[in-house]
């Protein structure tokens, strides 16, 4: 059973989505993604993704994210990022 890109990157979503609880801020940026225009989608669990450039750190940083979304912007195929869920650290 083949399954689509769209309908994976939306059950990865949905399962990340209840696991974690995202701002008001990000579930409006989320929401005005259409997920046929989803391209890449990278969660960890360890370490994050800088807000800035979007790169991958593997050591725990203030600043990083643990959702990073890449995704078609607009017919010219421009990709834009996401980046969401902040690390806490205690």
Not at 7 to 33: C, G, M, P, W
Request: glycine share 4%; aromatic share 10%.
């Amino acid at each position: 059973m083949k399954t689509s890109p769209k309908n994976h990157f939306s059950r990865s979503l949905n399962q990340i989505l209840k696991r974690y609880r995202l701002s008001e801020t990000e579930l409006q940026q989320l929401d005005a993604v259409d997920t046929d225009r989803i391209v890449s989608l990278a969660y960890t669990d360890y370490g994050g993704f800088d807000a800035q450039t979007g790169m991958y750190y593997a050591e725990e940083r203030q600043v990083n994210y643990k959702l990073k979304l890449d995704y078609v912007k607009d017919e010219a195929g421009k990709v834009e990022t996401l980046i969401m869920l902040p690390v806490t650290i205690s």
